[in-house]
């Protein structure tokens, strides 16, 4: 991590400034996915072993022939996992880094989620599960979240976000929303989202900076992979191989929010170089009316 002094500073500030959040969040995180009879509708979903029958919606079983079940959205104190990456990628950052951007929004949504009493727990991942705090309430527990992210050292600059999900499907027992902050630069993980989203909410924060969209024009470069170390020297100055990256990245983003929408996970993409505060409540406000499109097109 950067210099702790200035990054307990940065967060100090972030405390300050958190109440521009907290409305949005509650109205957002606090409709959330729960079984059972609750205050409104939310969607329809295949069945899954464990679920109460009494949930299973049999004009949609039979025209399927398949079991399905009702889900419904309850108004009330929130389970609230965030999921921060910590690769090697989260160095990058024309102006601020990766890395830096994802502390200050677990500084943020920790905040906002401790003014609202709901419980916060943390997962800090490479192409492994390197710390796993269980969700509680409390400004103190919230402190030691912010700690540990704040003093741990990766153990590797490799990324495996379907690993990380997949521990916490096994590990999380009560429903809870999941809030993944990363760059999602990492081998196949849809599969362990889609479990994970079977029993969670899952939102996708996704953290860009804007010279992985667009190369400038600086000539020739030498390009490494901060993962894996790979170098390669490229010419930025040909203006057919700038489109062509330029392309080849927008088709990936394309690709990667329309397997995230399939599924029924939310995207929110953040610059590093950009405030992120008002997109991001206005991303949660916008939470509800999006669930209840989705359950109507279902």
């Known amino acids: 991590m950067e210099d702790r002094r200035e990054l307990i500073r940065q967060i100090r500030k972030i405390e300050l400034r958190v109440g521009i959040l907290a409305e ?21 979903r295949e069945y899954v072993p464990g679920d109460d029958i009494r949930s299973i919606d049999w004009n949609v079983t039979a025209r ?33 880094t990766k890395q ?51 003093d741990h050292e990766p153990e590797s600059a490799g990324t495996d976000l379907g690993a990380a999900a ?7 027992s009560r429903r809870s929303s999941v809030i993944i902050l990363s760059d999602f630069i990492s081998p196949s993980f849809i599969p362990s989202l ?10 996708a924060i996704r953290i860009m900076d804007r010279r992985e969209r667009e190369l400038p024009d600086i000539g020739s470069i030498e390009l ?19 489109r062509r990256y330029r392309a080849l990245v927008a088709d990936a983003g394309t690709a990667l929010h329309h397997e995230l929408g ?4 939310h995207e929110l993409v953040l610059m590093t170089d950009e405030p992120y505060e008002s997109p991001l409540k206005r991303f949660f406000n916008g939470l509800s009316g999006r669930r209840r499109s989705i359950a109507r097109i279902l």
Not at 66 to 95: C, N, W
Not at 166 to 172: E, R, T, Y
Not at 194 to 203: D, P, S
């Open 24 to 44: 949005g969040l509650q109205s957002g995180l606090h409709h959330s996915v729960f079984r059972g009879q609750g205050i409104e509708f939310f969607e329809i």
């Open 64 to 96: 399927y022939n398949h079991p399905f079940v009702k889900e419904y959205t309850e108004e009330r104190d929130q389970t609230i996992y965030l999921m921060a990456d910590i690769s090697g990628s989260g160095i990058f950052g024309s102006e601020t």
């Open 100 to 150: 830096k951007k994802i502390l200050e929004l677990v500084a943020s949504l920790g905040f906002a989620a401790i003014r609202n009493n709901d419980r916060v727990g943390l997962c800090l991942f490479s192409d492994r599960v390197e710390k796993f705090i269980p969700a509680k309430r409390g400004m103190a527990h919230l402190v030691s979240i912010l700690n540990t992210i704040i």
């Open 166 to 172: 997949a521990f916490l499907s096994k590990v999380i």
């Open 194 to 203: 889609k479990l994970l989203r079977r029993r969670h909410e899952v939102i």
């Open 224 to 242: 490494e992979d901060p993962e894996t170390g790979e170098q390669i020297l490229v010419d930025t100055s040909d203006e057919a191989f700038r």
């Open 262 to 265: 399939k599924n029924h996970i």
